[in-house]
């Protein structure tokens, strides 16, 4: 079948197959460089240096004797030889540092709401009984061995009782309740989890 071209000024022409066939040849001659003549490629020659080649010695130089150089033993000097220790240092004792001033820290004000009696002594009730029940709870796990998230719950546990004692000793009682009951929600959960 022959083929058509796309665009054609002068009319419809047809290229028979046997001309395309022919053309493309041409083409792929031109550029595989089928004109010129190549050059062989290098090569690269690798013979195995297993055995190397040994130069002949020289015969003479190996009958000669060698000459004789005259030879100066030169002392050492002083100077390079075995170096003296310098005498030693007087040890001087140093000046006492002067004592660093204790300064009084003022006491944080305690910023708590107004309380009454009654809620003093019922935030005293429950701080030292959910450090008794917090106490209880720990004292379950002496001496069993414990995973590192374990120990790391029963030093929280021991912080907010410390916290809370604090608290206490410098009567914020609603501080030392809330954080005693801390100390007992954890120590249950820890014991519960057991």
Known sequence: MPMTLPYCPRGSRTIPPRWLLALLCLCVMWSGGCWERKRPAVQIRTEPLAHPIVPQANTQLALMDPPDLPMEIVPIPEQFGVPRNPPARPHVA??????????????????????????????????????????????TTQGKPLSAAQGDLVSKIRG???????????????RARSLAKKAEVLSQEFTESQ
Do not use: C
């Open 94 to 139: 140093s000046a006492p540092a002067p004592e660093p001033k204790k300064v009084e820290k003022a006491s944080e004000p305690i910023i708590a709401p107004g309380i009454s009696d009654d809620q003093l002594a019922a935030a005293k009730i429950e701080t030292q009984h959910s450090l008794i029940v917090a106490e209880r709870n720990l004292a």
């Open 160 to 174: 907010f009782m410390d916290a809370s004692r604090e608290a206490m000793n410098s009567g914020d009682w609603p």
